[in-house]
């Protein structure tokens, strides 16, 4: 049986967990509300203060479906009760990033501003080269996050552009020149 379905989810106090029919959960906690329609085919009960998934029978599907629900029940748990954060990381000479009202703006070598929105429901704060990506759905933080550092990936060779904080980058020795 898959480890990670099988494990019961912890509601907190001050979170409330509501099953409509469609498997349409709906999370509501002290940083706010998400709602989604997981698959059909899994029994989502809320047993006490536990939320417990099961799956109708072992077929592949249905063991990798059990945990990816479990899973994004959890993520909205976590989400409405504590938030989620992503932090990055600007290298670069010259390389900049600055914050006006809900407008990211970044100088990355081009030979324009690169200026982006907040999206709904996220905020993007910057300190120093760090951009602080915040919100309470998982999948959107990351998303925005990703976004952004797509705007300048970071290269092998100085290490210039923009970066996880908790991302490596494989460095390469550049070419060497002549005698």
């Not at 120093?128 to 998303?143: C, F, L, P, S």
């Not at 925005?144 to 970066?163: H, L, T």
Request: cysteine-free; aromatic content about 4%.
């Amino acid at each position: 049986m898959s480890r990670i379905g099988r494990m019961p989810i912890a509601i907190p106090a001050g979170v409330t967990v509501d099953i409509a029919e469609n498997n349409h959960v709906t999370v509501k906690g002290p940083k706010g509300t998400l709602e989604r329609t997981l698959p059909a085919e899994m029994t989502i009960k809320v047993e006490g203060a536990e939320v417990v998934v099961t799956r109708p029978n072992d077929l592949k599907k249905m063991k990798s479906l059990h945990g990816l629900t479990r899973t994004l029940i959890n993520n909205m748990v976590v989400g409405v009760t504590e938030g989620y954060t992503k932090v990055l990381e600007v290298n670069g000479v010259g390389y900049r990033a600055s914050k006006s009202g809900k407008k990211l703006t970044l100088n990355l070598g081009y030979s324009h501003p690169v200026e982006m929105e907040d999206p709904e429901g996220l905020e993007a704060t910057v300190e120093d080269n760090k951009i602080i990506v915040k919100g309470i759905d998982k999948e959107r933080v990351g998303q925005y996050a990703a976004e952004i550092r797509d705007k300048r990936r970071p290269e092998p060779y100085k290490g210039k552009g923009i970066k996880y904080a908790d991302e490596v980058i494989r460095r390469k020795v550049g070419k060497t020149g002549k005698k």
